[in-house]
């Protein structure tokens, strides 16, 4: 493989470089490019192609071959990519503010302090793509309807990792959160049910932590199972209903007033189990909420 890609890579004369420039930029070009083709379709072939310090804005490519190709300090703005093979391309400190890729082969591609500031990444292929330092958020990528579970869960790890490096927080938390999403449903297409079930419980219960507010309506719900539970053993002989979902607000909470205790074992086992759950689901949502307030 680094035979084939230094041959490439060879071909490159400064004369043909210059020829790849031009038809970039869609200027006239008096040399004959190579081209081939592949499931059926004809595509200009510039693999191993490498350009740096020169502007190709508002260029538009289509069914062009550039894989294994080296882009370094190149502007794309405006540019548009359409059916382009990019696998294994890298793009260094490359300016792609407003340009395109549509249904492009993205896979292994590196992308290094790229600016893809309102760039749109359409339909394309990003499997095992990783971008590094890039000024690229979420809603600039349309992701393939047809893209596996695990291929999207990395994606999402890749695309994370980059909005935590570039201070994103809040599409870092989506990303966390679309991440578990398609590992879940990787895992039911494994049939790994154990790690399946409790990925679903980890979602209904708090969104992987992205989902706070499930973890406070969850906490709603045991007060009011709580308190119905105290007042069917009668933990507070001669107190209404209220009054035991009084009870069980401030046992979940562990404020214990002391106002009110529980009479009988049943009740007073009903009451420590509460605490517990209480403990364990507060600390939860301090946690969650804390995430995000600091990366707010």
Same mark, same amino acid.
């Given at each position: 493989?680094?035979?084939?890609?230094?041959?490439?890579?060879? !071909?490159?004369?400064?004369?043909? =470089?210059?020829?790849?420039?031009?038809?970039? %930029?869609?200027?006239?070009?008096?040399?004959?490019?190579?081209?081939?083709?592949?499931?059926?379709?004809?595509?200009?072939?510039?693999?191993?192609?490498?350009?740096?310090?020169?502007?190709?804005?508002?260029?538009?490519? @289509?069914?062009?071959?550039?894989?294994?190709?080296?882009?370094?300090?190149?502007?794309?703005?405006?540019?548009?990519?359409?059916?382009?093979?990019?696998?294994?391309?890298?793009?260094?400190?490359?300016?792609?503010? @407003?340009?395109?890729?549509?249904?492009?082969?993205?896979?292994?591609?590196?992308?290094?302090?790229?600016?893809?500031?309102?760039?749109?990444?359409?339909?394309?292929?990003?499997?095992?793509?990783?971008?590094?330092?890039?000024?690229?958020?979420?809603?600039?990528?349309?992701?393939?309807?047809?893209?596996?579970?695990?291929?999207?869960?990395?994606?999402? @790890?890749?695309?994370?990792?980059?909005?935590?490096? =570039?201070?994103?927080?809040?599409?870092?938390?989506?990303?966390?959160?679309?991440?578990?999403?398609? %590992?879940? !449903?990787?895992?039911?297409?494994?049939?790994?049910?154990? !790690?399946?079930?409790?990925?679903?419980?980890?979602?209904?219960?708090?969104?992987?932590?992205?989902?706070?507010?499930?973890?406070? #309506?969850?906490?709603?719900?045991?007060?009011?199972?709580?308190? =119905?539970?105290?007042?069917?053993?009668?933990?507070?002989?001669?107190?209404?209903?209220?009054?035991?979902?009084?009870?069980?607000?401030?046992?979940?909470?562990?404020?214990?007033?002391?106002?009110?205790?529980?009479?009988?074992?049943?009740?007073?086992?009903?009451?420590?189990?509460?605490?517990?759950?209480?403990?364990?689901?507060?600390?939860? #949502?301090?946690?969650?909420?804390?995430?995000?307030?600091?990366?707010?």
């Amino acid at each position: 493989m680094e035979d084939r890609v230094a041959d490439l890579r060879a !071909r490159w004369t400064p004369e043909a =470089t210059a020829a790849a420039v031009a038809f970039l %930029e869609s200027r006239p070009v008096a040399f004959d490019l190579p081209t081939m083709e592949h499931d059926g379709v004809a595509y200009l072939d510039l693999r191993g192609l490498r350009i740096e310090e020169t502007q190709i804005d508002k260029a538009y490519l @289509r069914n062009v071959n550039l894989r294994w190709a080296v882009f370094r300090d190149v502007g794309f703005k405006n540019a548009r990519f359409a059916g382009c093979n990019l696998s294994q391309a890298t793009f260094n400190d490359c300016y792609l503010r @407003r340009a395109q890729f549509e249904k492009c082969d993205l896979v292994n591609s590196h992308f290094d302090s790229c600016d893809f500031s309102q760039a749109v990444i359409a339909e394309s292929r990003i499997d095992f793509a990783s971008f590094q330092n890039c000024q690229i958020g979420l809603d600039n990528i349309r992701f393939r309807g047809d893209a596996g579970a695990q291929a999207m869960v990395r994606v999402c @790890r890749s695309l994370k990792l980059n909005a935590m490096s =570039t201070g994103n927080f809040a599409d870092a938390g989506h990303l966390t959160y679309l991440e578990k999403t398609h %590992e879940r !449903r990787a895992l039911r297409a494994r049939g790994d049910w154990a !790690r399946w079930a409790g990925s679903v419980l980890q979602n209904w219960l708090w969104g992987y932590g992205e989902r706070p507010w499930r973890l406070a #309506l969850f906490m709603l719900f045991n007060i009011l199972v709580f308190g =119905t539970l105290q007042y069917w053993a009668n933990a507070l002989p001669g107190k209404v209903w209220w009054e035991h979902l009084y009870f069980s607000g401030i046992t979940y909470l562990t404020i214990g007033y002391g106002d009110l205790a529980p009479n009988g074992m049943l009740a007073r086992f009903f009451a420590v189990l509460e605490g517990a759950v209480g403990i364990a689901t507060f600390g939860l #949502l301090i946690a969650s909420v804390t995430k995000k307030v600091m990366y707010r």
